[in-house]
């Protein structure tokens, strides 16, 4: 049996928490696109085009972080401000947030006490070094919301 709530209007905290979470979603939304154009990037480069590896990686990395920036400003955060001074921005927040996840890897997979362990899951190895980027991804996930919602499209 279903239960019928009354329709009432929403509170400013419930409206502000719903528009947070309706942007974070759309947020990670777009982090699955750009791995996935990351990755087609990556794929094109080295196995169609015979580009060298090292070089596939960067322009990959680079087609992301630029589908990234056009879409968080346009789409996540709906921004109308100055182009260059948000790209600069995000641009600084992308490499703050990737040194405190690649920190938080190195912290986890050097000095914890799962360090160098290995787990057997199903005839699948996970490492130390695949739990600690797990949780490195979680925390360049959160950090990189918060920074580009109170800094690069404030």
């Known amino acids: 049996m279903k239960q019928h709530i009354e329709d009432r209007p929403l509170t400013n905290s419930e409206l502000v928490k719903q528009q947070a979470t309706t942007q974070f979603i759309k947020y990670a939304v777009v982090g699955v696109m750009n791995t996935m154009v990351t990755l087609i990037v990556i794929f094109v480069c080295k196995s169609l085009l015979g580009v060298p590896e ?3 990686n960067a322009l990959g990395y680079i087609a ?4 990234s920036f056009m879409w968080n400003k346009t789409w996540v955060f709906r921004s109308k401000k100055s182009f260059r001074r948000e790209a600069v921005k995000f641009a600084i927040g992308f490499g703050l947030c990737y040194v405190l996840q690649l920190g938080v890897v190195l912290g986890i997979d050097n000095h914890s006490p799962i360090s160098g362990m290995e787990w057997d899951i199903m005839g699948f190895t996970l490492s130390s070094y695949g ?4 949780i490195g991804m979680v925390v360049y996930t959160m950090a990189n919301f918060v ?3 109170t800094v690069a499209f404030k």
Not at 64 to 67: A, K, T
Not at 131 to 134: C, D, I, K, M, Q
């Open 54 to 56: 090292v070089l596939s």
């Open 64 to 67: 992301g972080v630029v589908n």
């Open 131 to 134: 739990v600690a980027t797990l």
């Open 147 to 149: 920074y580009n919602k």
